[in-house]
């Protein structure tokens, strides 16, 4: 890093809002200029952040959309939670197929067919309206909060199992973790899941023009950074109760599968992967795909 590096007011700004040091924005540096190669070449173009929870996809989506804006592009970002379906559609789906998907997560608790409207009606450049979850009240916020887009040159699209595939019958068949062990012996639960991700999600996926990777490099740091994650919710009033670091370590074992196959996977399939140190700084970048 360069002791001459100045930021922007613009960046100076942003660091200052989410706890942030120059370093941050130093490290984006050949991110965001190889972002802006991509837009010269192409327009709409759809930028996918993928990267485990507590990773910084939300952060990340909301600087480089900074950026953007800054260069005079329309863009704006959502997240693939902001799909989750409500707690009565997770009830159904729970009573018909099995009791885990009551609790948000997997692929099986996202309303795909609103995604793949949004992400049609962004490449036909219409205008369009972004649905908002409320992870505090674990439903979609009404849809008069949701927010309403012009026609968008950039739509970043960010969520923890983004590019991620399906896996094969016999990497289903042994448990990851005590929640799979327990609750989903035969099976049955990690299977549909797997469906849902083969058959609803991956055509979704495709329509990702390019990807980046926040490579946690191992799942063990996962929860710690869910659980500090947690933690700012609460502080910042936009959570009313928070989940204590046991309830965390639960939370996260519905992640760990596909979690852990990203971190086999993502990294040779991305376009800029992004190593993560155990304290969430960005350690090096790197472009796999040109």
């Not at 983004?162 to 639960?189: F, H, I, K, T």
């Not at 800029?272 to 304290?279: C, D, T, V």
């Amino acid at each position: 890093m360069h002791d001459s590096f100045v930021m922007a007011p613009w960046q100076r700004q942003f660091c200052r809002k989410h706890g942030l040091t120059a370093h941050y924005i130093q490290s984006l540096a050949p991110v965001t200029g190889w972002l802006a190669q991509q837009v010269a070449q192409q327009t709409p173009l759809c930028l996918g952040i993928s990267g485990s929870q507590g990773s910084g996809k939300s952060t990340l989506a909301e600087y480089l959309k900074a950026g953007l804006t800054q260069r005079g592009l329309l863009a704006d970002s959502v997240s693939l939670d902001d799909f989750y379906l409500s707690r009565s559609e997770r009830a159904q789906r729970a009573a018909d197929i099995h009791p885990l998907f009551q609790t948000r997560g997997v692929p099986g608790t996202h309303n795909m067919a609103l995604a793949e409207e949004i992400l049609a009606q962004f490449r036909a450049r219409q205008p369009l309206i972004l649905p908002r979850f409320d992870k505090s009240m674990d439903e979609p916020f009404a849809p008069e909060l949701w927010t309403h887009t012009r026609t968008l040159d950039v739509l970043i699209l960010e969520g923890w199992c983004l590019g991620v595939e399906a896996q094969s019958a016999e990497q289903l068949s042994c448990p990851v973790n005590q929640l799979e062990q327990s609750q989903d012996p035969d099976g049955r639960y990690r299977h549909a899941v797997n469906q849902f991700l083969k058959a609803d999600y991956q055509s979704l996926f495709r329509q990702v023009d390019k990807l980046i990777f926040l490579d946690a490099g191992c799942f063990s740091h996962v929860a710690r950074w869910r659980f500090e994650q947690e933690q700012k919710l609460s502080l910042s009033g936009t959570q009313s109760r928070r989940m204590s670091q046991q309830e965390v370590a639960h939370f996260v074992q519905f992640f760990q599968r596909l979690t852990q196959w990203g971190l086999e996977t993502l990294p040779a399939q991305c376009d800029i992967a992004l190593r993560l140190s155990p304290q969430r700084d960005i350690a090096a970048s790197k472009e796999i795909h040109n």
